[in-house]
């Protein structure tokens, strides 16, 4: 099975902050790569696919990078709507897993 | 519109059986790869299973052998049979139809299972 590891697993940070959070997989997945937010109470809402593409109707202060073992998710501007939890997924092979998730917090 | 509307949630004993429902709208579940996720309390997401349009079907690890995804085409309903449940099944269960590229586009609002005696 492809392990993912997120880091860091929690960062705190002021409203304005460029933001990267990082996800390593255990081998290459090429592109095979997606990342969601998570908010209190709710279901995850997909932000970036295939590493790099923005979801439509997803602001584009987010960006993702990156490709084979090594991929960021940046935020070029945290705004209050964005403390959230973030989670990776890989889709290169089954079973699909997860990273074990970022959590964003208010300094 | 997509919609997907999970149900079959409770408090089951441990080694107990439930079954979960997936009602899906503004699009068919057999034209779809639809995709079961879970999340324990306080805790990460897990994929748990995956249903192709042709029929194929993945499991967890965690889960195989013990969990059947499944679909009915004539209600439109997309099911995840859960059997010989543990303590560490207690989580809440998200529905998800998947996009081309094999990931979650669209979510339900999930249901919670809850395995204790």
């Known amino acids: 099975d492809i392990q993912l590891t997120q880091s860091p697993s929690f960062l705190s940070a002021s409203v304005g902050d460029r933001v990267t959070i990082t996800c390593r997989a255990s081998q290459d997945i090429s592109s095979y790569l997606v990342w969601y937010q998570q908010k209190p109470g709710k279901a995850p809402k997909l932000l970036i696919y295939a590493a790099s593409t923005l979801q439509s109707g997803v602001p584009s202060r987010f960006s993702g990078s990156g490709s084979g073992t090594e991929f960021t998710l940046t935020i070029s501007s945290l705004q209050p709507e964005d403390f959230a939890a973030f989670y990776c997924?890989?889709?290169?092979?089954?079973?699909?897993?997860f990273g074990g998730g970022t959590k964003v917090e208010i300094k | 519109e997509v919609q997907l509307v999970e149900s079959g949630g409770g408090l089951v004993q441990p080694g107990g059986s439930l079954r979960l429902s997936c009602a899906a709208s503004?699009?068919?579940?057999?034209?779809?790869?639809m995709s079961w996720v879970r999340q324990a309390p306080g805790k990460g997401l897990e994929w748990v299973s995956v249903?192709?349009?042709?029929?194929?079907?993945y499991y967890a690890d965690s889960v195989k052998g013990r969990f059947t995804i499944s679909r009915d085409n004539s209600k439109n309903t997309v099911y995840l049979q859960m059997n010989s449940l543990r303590a560490e099944d207690t989580a809440v269960y998200y529905c998800?139809?998947?996009?081309?590229?094999?990931?979650?586009?669209?979510w339900g609002q999930g249901t919670l299972v809850t395995v204790s005696s």
């Open positions: 249903l192709h349009s042709g029929g194929s079907t």
């Open positions: 997924q890989q889709l290169k092979s089954y079973p699909l897993t």
């Open positions: 998800a139809k998947n996009m081309a590229g094999n990931y979650a586009g669209y």
């Open positions: 503004g699009f068919t579940v057999s034209g779809n790869y």
